[in-house]
Every structure is written in C-alpha cells, then in structure tokens.
C-alpha cells in the first residue's frame, strides 16, 4: 500500500504540474493590500506533499488540519502541520475508508475542527448524497459519515461546513442563496436555514467569527472576495477582495483562528504550488 501511495503521489504530481504548467508561469506574490486584512505569512508546498492539502484547512490553533483531494484516482488525504513551523506531522493517506469509495464517496472539501474532531465535507461522484466525514483530530483516524439529510443537500455539492455552538453549517457551491444548519448532537438531523440578501458563486470554505461567517470564494480571476455573512439578519457583503497571486490560482478553503502573530484568517491557495497565507485581519471596517 505504502509503494502504491508513493507512486500515485509521483503520477498525479507529474499529471498536475503538466496541466497547470502555463497558467504556473505568470504566478507572482499577493501585491494588493486589502484595506481590512494584510498578509502577514506564507507557507508554500510541493505537490508531492501538497495534494493532501489542496482543498481546505482547519485548526485547533496548535496545528493546521489540511484536506486534499484528486478526483480521477480517488486520492484523499488529510495532513496535520505545525502553525508556527509549516512543518508536517502526520498524514492520513486514503483516509475515507474503502466501503464509502465504493459507495462513490471521492472528493474531501473544506472542513473544521470542533471539539477535538475534523468535520470534513464530502461529495460522491455523482452528486447524489453529500455526507460529511468526521475523523478524530489528534490521530487523524476516521470515525463516521453523515449522509446530508435529503430535503437539504440541494445541489448534491458539499465544499465546505463549518461547525459552531453544536450547529453545523453548509452551503451548496454556486447559486448560494441560503445557509443550512444540521444539529450535530442529533445524527446531523435538519435544524433549518438562513436566508442570505444576494446570491454568491463558487464558495469554497468558510469559518464563523462573532456571529459572523466568512465565506471564501473562488469567483473571478486573480482577486477573490471574501463574504461577510450575519447570521442573525442574512445581511451579506463582500468584505474584501483577496489578491491571490495570479489569475491561474484556485481559492481553496479558509479558517479563523487568532494566532499569537496576529493572524486571524487563513487561506489555501492552489496551483502547481499549494500556498497557506496567513492574515492579519481588522473585521470593523
């Protein structure tokens, strides 16, 4: 298994740089300071280590739970890093277990840590039952699924969820118009939804900080916006538009966590380079 991972990380890092080779070419550093957030730090990675990180991240403020996924040979894998360091830990290689792939369960999105677990959204291949995977953080061994109940799953995508007060939240990926809760101490059983004031496309992750949600999103080409959500009112703005380094990147997943640096708001960047960017944020303006 082991000489099985390692040359499928070496095909598929191979396939990925060939694809984005062009696009890789004019990528440069996030120049444009957002008025309300700035850059503060970056950890960048290799595809052969990158894959397991690509989709989204998470943290309990000690370490940094990244998720990652190659759809065409079911590849999915979550990696533990140091905040402070960047440096690897541990991965969990093939981590959704063989019985949900053959249920076509192949494509880790963007998730959280709550309560000393990851809830980690996931969809099948066909878009048909969208579950959320629940894996122990210190080990990072699996634990159980979540199917989304049926008279919620909407579009059949799961890109990301987060979770707050016992709640967790989810989106479709684009046409966003609502915000969806699942009780987590009742089987992840239906509480309802939020109605947000204006439709938003292609979110990637999202994390919830003073009865705010932000939403990462990867509509447009180099800068990206960030969504601002209240979740008492639906009230919804963009509340920065991130540079991202290049029109070829992928905005990915993000967290909030207040570091000891400052950084408050962390982002996944990815290309034929996987990139965390740590931010500084001033969430009054």
């Keep these: ?11 598929v890092s191979w396939l990925l740089v060939i694809v984005s080779f062009c696009g890789s070419l004019f990528i440069g550093q996030p120049k444009e300071k957002p008025e309300n957030m700035e850059l503060k730090s970056t950890y960048s990675y290799a595809l052969n280590d990158g894959m397991g990180m690509a989709q989204g991240i998470a943290t309990d403020g000690k370490y940094f739970y990244h998720f990652g996924a190659v759809k065409p040979v079911n590849y999915n894998a979550i990696t533990k890093t140091d905040v402070k360091t960047g440096e690897i830990v541990d991965v969990n290689e093939m981590c959704i277990p063989p019985y949900l792939m053959n249920k076509g369960y192949n494509h880790l999105g963007d998730g959280c840590y709550y309560n000393g677990k990851l809830y980690i959204g996931c969809e099948d291949k066909n878009f048909e039952n969208p579950a959320v995977m629940i894996y122990d953080a210190e080990t990072l061994k699996f634990i159980e699924s979540k199917v989304i109940p049926a008279e919620c799953k909407g579009d059949g995508h799961l890109s990301w969820c987060t979770v707050s007060d016992d709640v967790l939240y989810f989106s479709s990926f684009s ?5 969806k809760m699942l009780d987590i ?32 999103s990867d509509d447009g080409e180099r800068f990206k916006p960030t969504y601002a959500i ?37 982002y996944v960047d990815a290309i034929t380079t996987i990139y965390i960017r740590n931010y500084s944020v001033d969430l009054n303006k």
Excluded: P
């Excluded at 099985?4 to 990380?9: A, C, Q, R, S, T």
């Excluded at 979740?231 to 991130?242: E, H, N």
């Design 185 to 216: 101490n009742d089987n992840c059983s239906y509480i309802g939804s939020i109605s947000i004031d204006k439709m938003i496309h292609s979110i990637q992750g999202g994390d919830i900080v003073d009865g705010t949600l932000y939403l990462s």
């Design 1 to 11: 298994m082991v000489k099985f991972i390692l040359l499928l990380k070496k095909s």
């Design 230 to 266: 209240d979740l008492a009112t639906g009230k919804t703005d963009v509340f920065c538009m991130r540079d991202s380094g290049s029109d070829s990147i992928e905005a990915e997943g993000m967290t909030a966590c207040l570091f000891e640096d400052g950084t408050l708001f962390h």
């Design 175 to 179: 046409y966003v118009t609502e915000i």
